[in-house]
């Protein structure tokens, strides 16, 4: 399933891998990715970990690393 499926509601929640703490949760796409990419621009990708989660609260994806570097850099394309 596409992180940015029109028509659905999506949530997206910023974790701490580390201390596997919510940093921060987020209904808008836009707002999430700005959030991810103050830890890319630090080189933190390896420290966070994006859940995105469907309307009925689905585990979406959840990437980290190198693949929330990939995923941000496609949904920053598609804004």
Known sequence: MS???????MTYELWDITSRNMIDWFEQRNEALEAVQAYLDADEA????LIVRD???SIVSSPTGPALIERAARL???S
């Open 46 to 49: 390896e420290l966070v970990a």
């Open 3 to 9: 992180i940015a499926n029109a028509g659905q509601s």
């Open 76 to 78: 920053s394309a598609a």
């Open 55 to 57: 309307e009925a609260g």
